[in-house]
């Protein structure tokens, strides 16, 4: 069958490729064509657009590339239907792949699959008008996410288990490089342990928590601040956050880092899950223009309790969340001190993570995810 998949940033590229590899394994004859990245390139087919050509995060960044995010819309509804596939698999990236779903169930019958779901539940949640209309299936990554759908909305949804609980399972089960091996090959001090800095994936995102993060760790002159660079980000973007301070970075080798880490500041998004599953406690970091107004909007207009994955799966506050008018180095300094080797709220968020594992379950998410598409589309 012909699968032809969209994916807007490196980690729907990643989900992606892993999906691709088990469609592979369950459809002998599948052929790709996507928008995506290297990692899905890897797997075969036809890449149209790479994700870097799609990636605009912010009001004006979006404002000022209007005609190039219109341009690729219609080239790609186009694109779908001169190669009419048995499907067209959508991965997050609401914004652009909503309006591919609209367009395929009104001008066409090609059925549109949902591979992990916008996070309508945190906001817009009007998304699921959209939602219900136009995606014949939804496969969700996160276990909250099934009563939000299923009860709230009366919308089914297949949960097929969480792909980032699998892939770290996979690589701690395999990686065995020692501490000193992995500094020496990353120029770090091997007698310091590490304080690891994830700032996001985005340049809005690394622009706005960085440098506050940089200052906070610096306080813990026993131990040596470690920034994971993300492979979409250039060296020279970082630099200018860190030139003259005592951070060190290393690129593309975010999963080894964290498993040496003692302690860890991450902006929120999936390195929260990532960095709790690889149990290094964490202080969850959030700048936001108008704090006091996004506080307001917390209490009163955004339907969730907690902006990180780990506490959105616990169903409680299991790390902090330095968020709008939380976020101070001050305070940073103070929740970081609290989860250091030796502190009690360390084992306590160490507790909470072993519950987050128990409810995203064992299940390989994009094999189960594949079996049932394939199941799916050769009744149709």
Known sequence: MKYYIIVGEASGDLHASRLMRSLKYFDQNAEFRFFGGDLMKAEGGTCVRHYKE??????V?????????????????????????????????????????????????????YYISPKIWAWKEWRIKAIK????????????????????????????GNPTAQEIAEFRSDYHEGYEDFCNRNNLDSSRPIIALLAG?????????????????????????????????????????IDGTCVKKVSSDTYPLLAHSQAALVTSGTATLETALFDVPQVVCYETPLPKFIRFAFKHIIKVKFISLVNLI??????PEM????????????????ILPGQKYRE???????GIRIKLGNTIAPDNAARIMVDLLSQK
């Open 54 to 59: 799609l990636a605009y995060m912010g009001f």
């Open 61 to 113: 960044p979006v404002l000022l590339h209007l005609p190039t995010i219109f341009k690729n819309m219609a080239m790609c509804k186009q694109d779908i239907v001169t190669w009419n596939p048995d499907v067209v698999i959508l991965v997050d990236y609401p914004g652009f792949n909503l309006n591919i779903a609209k367009f395929l169930k009104a001008k066409t019958k090609i059925p549109v699959y």
């Open 133 to 160: 209309r136009d995606v014949k299936e939804m496969f969700s990554i996160l276990p909250f996410e099934v009563p939000f759908y299923e009860e709230k909305h009366k919308y089914k949804i297949h949960y097929v």
């Open 201 to 241: 994936s985005r340049k809005q995102e690394i622009k706005d928590n960085l440098p506050a993060m940089v200052e906070a760790a610096s306080h813990f002159e026993d131990y040596q601040i470690v920034l994971a660079g993300a492979p979409s980000i250039e060296d020279k973007f970082y630099q200018k956050y």
């Open 314 to 319: 616990a169903g409680k506050e299991v790390v």
């Open 323 to 338: 968020l709008a008018d939380r976020f101070t180095v001050d305070g940073l300094v103070d929740e970081l001190y609290k």
């Open 348 to 354: 306590q968020m160490l507790e909470g993570y072993q």
